[in-house]
C-alpha cells in the first residue's frame, strides 16, 4: 500500500553498533509511532511524535531515541544495538487526526547477533 | 499505564463456526478500541473498532462488543472461513493516542 514506508526491511547487525530505521509517509500525518513486535508481547510502543521535532516515550523506550526534523520521516536509532532489541520493527501513521485509525507500514526485520 | 489482556491465545474451529476473542483494559479512561488482523509476514491491518459510547459494532461477519462497566470488549467472527486464519490484536487508547495492544490470538479456522 502507497503511504508508508520503512527501511531497511532486513538488517542483520552485531551487538554494539548503532542502526537507524526510517519511516517516511506521503500523507502528512501528524502522529507517528514506533513499535515492535515479539512473540508473546504483541505490539509495544516505543516512542511516537505528535508533530515535527514533538516526540515523548512508549513503555519500551529504553535504549532507543528517535528524531522527526520533517513532517514526512521519523528515525528510529539504537544507539548501540543488544541481542534483545532483535525484534521486528513496525511504524504507524494515525490516520483522521487523533481520533483516527492507525495504519502500519510493512515492517523492519532486525536481527542482533 | 493502560495493561490489556487477551484470550484466548491461541483458538481452533471448524470452518463455519464462530470464533470469539476476549480482551480486558484497565484504565477506565481509555475510550476506543481497534482490532487488528496479521497475516503471516504481513502488517497488522484494521478490521474494526469501537469507541467508548457505543456498545455493539457489526461488520458483515465481524462483531465488536464493549461493557465499559466490567472493562472488557470482545471480537465476534461468524461463519469463518480458512481466509479468516491469522492473528488477532485487540488494543486500548486513551485520548486518541498510546494504543496499547493485547498480546494476540492466533486463530486457525480448519477447513
Known amino acids: 500500500d502507497a503511504g508508508i514506508t520503512q527501511s531497511p526491511r532486513h538488517k542483520v547487525t552485531e551487538t554494539g553498533t548503532p542502526v537507524t530505521l526510517r519511516c517516511h509517509q506521503t500523507?502528512?500525518?501528524?502522529?507517528m509511532y514506533w513499535y515492535r513486535q515479539d512473540p508473546g508481547h504483541g505490539l509495544r510502543l516505543i516512542h511516537y511524535s505528535y508533530g515535527v521535532k514533538d516526540t515523548d516515550k512508549g513503555e519500551v523506550s529504553d535504549g532507543y531515541s528517535v528524531s522527526r526534523s520533517k513532517t514526512e520521516d521519523f528515525l528510529l536509532t539504537l544507539e548501540s544495538a543488544t541481542s534483545s532489541q532483535t525484534s521486528v520493527y513496525f511504524c504507524?501513521?494515525?490516520?483522521?487526526?487523533?481520533?483516527?485509525?492507525?495504519?502500519f507500514g510493512e515492517g523492519s526485520r532486525l536481527t542482533v547477533l | 499505564g493502560e495493561n490489556v489482556e487477551q484470550h484466548p491465545s491461541t483458538l481452533s474451529v471448524q470452518e463455519g463456526d464462530s470464533a470469539v476473542i476476549k480482551c480486558t483494559y484497565s484504565d477506565s479512561a481509555s475510550n476506543y478500541f481497534p482490532w487488528y488482523k496479521q497475516e503471516l509476514g504481513k502488517r497488522p491491518q484494521l478490521i474494526i473498532d469501537i469507541r467508548s459510547n457505543v456498545g455493539e459494532k457489526k461488520d458483515q461477519r465481524i462483531a465488536v462488543t464493549l461493557n465499559k462497566t466490567a472493562k472488557h470488549f470482545s471480537l465476534h467472527i461468524t461463519e469463518t472461513q480458512p481466509e479468516d486464519s491469522a492473528v488477532y490484536f485487540c488494543?486500548?487508547?486513551?485520548?486518541?493516542?498510546?494504543?496499547?495492544f493485547g498480546t494476540g490470538t492466533s486463530l486457525t479456522v480448519i477447513p
Open positions: 504507524a501513521i494515525q490516520r483522521s487526526g487523533i481520533t483516527g485509525e492507525l495504519f
Open positions: 500523507e502528512n500525518h501528524r502522529y
Open positions: 488494543a486500548a487508547s486513551i485520548a486518541g493516542n498510546q494504543f496499547y
